[in-house]
């Protein structure tokens, strides 16, 4: 148990669905984080919400839209993905980002395999 | 030039033995470098993290770091079968400290 849940563990979804990953964490951090693991690939970081910033990564397809109401939950929008999307997606989490601290060591949840058909 | 670079291996590492693992960095402002280790359809889980040059000792594992070189290593000492996995290096980019870039890790596998 690493204090982030995420839900659904594992999602099918067709090319036409819409559908939300849900993250929450428990550890009282400010910063959440959506990463995309593909095979053979390294962990690509897609979005990031703190207190003091909302970052992108530009490459992210508009296909997926995060949501962070608050500080402890965070979810992924999905809808008309296509089959190079299925992935491993991990939420992570960190207290306070800052550089030279131990504030921006993130801990990741257990991931939400998606699988598109 | 990838952000963070590492060997894929398979690096083959006999039990007992010492296994040393390697991460170089391109952006020479970075302050904040981890080592997560991950298991085969597992997530990342936090072994080391290091901020300052020199060495960091945690039990078996220590973890070194040279900003001029750009370079940050992991030894694992007595080296046991359940340390076979991906381990992935990631910096904290200068940018933005919340911008944490992963390696796209290297494979260790300890043989009996």
């Known amino acids: 148990e690493t204090g982030v849940t995420q839900t659904p563990r594992h999602l099918v979804m067709g090319m036409t669905n819409k559908k939300s990953l849900k993250c929450e964490q428990h550890?009282?951090?400010?910063?959440m984080y959506w990463y995309k693991q593909s095979a053979k690939k390294p962990l690509e970081l897609m979005f990031v919400?703190?207190?003091?910033?909302?970052?992108e990564n530009n490459s992210v397809p508009s296909r997926f839209s995060p949501e962070c109401p608050n500080s402890s939950h965070l979810f992924l929008h999905l809808h008309t993905l296509q089959p190079e999307d299925s992935a491993l997606y991990l939420c992570?989490?960190?207290?306070?980002?800052?550089?030279?601290?131990?504030?921006?060591?993130?801990?990741f949840g257990e991931g939400s395999w998606l699988t598109v058909v | 030039q990838k952000e963070v670079e590492q060997n894929s291996g398979p690096l083959s590492v006999p039990e007992g033995a010492i296994a040393s693992l390697n991460c170089t960095y391109s952006?020479?402002?970075?302050?904040?470098f981890f080592w997560y280790r991950q298991y085969s359809g597992k997530s990342p889980e936090l072994i080391m993290s290091?901020?300052?040059?020199g060495d960091k000792e945690d039990g078996r594992f220590t973890a070194q770091l040279n900003k001029a070189s750009q370079y940050v290593s992991l030894l694992i000492r007595d080296s046991q079968p359940s340390d076979s996995a991906t381990y992935l290096c990631?910096?904290?980019?200068?940018?933005?400290?919340?911008?944490?870039?992963f390696g796209s890790g290297t494979r260790l596998s300890i043989r009996p």
């Open positions: 992570a989490s960190s207290q306070a980002p800052g550089q030279g601290t131990t504030g921006n060591t993130i801990y």
């Open positions: 550890l009282g951090h400010n910063a």
């Open positions: 919400y703190s207190l003091e910033e909302r970052v």
């Open positions: 952006d020479r402002g970075s302050q904040s």
């Open positions: 290091i901020y300052s040059n």
């Open positions: 990631a910096v904290g980019a200068r940018s933005s400290a919340s911008k944490i870039i």
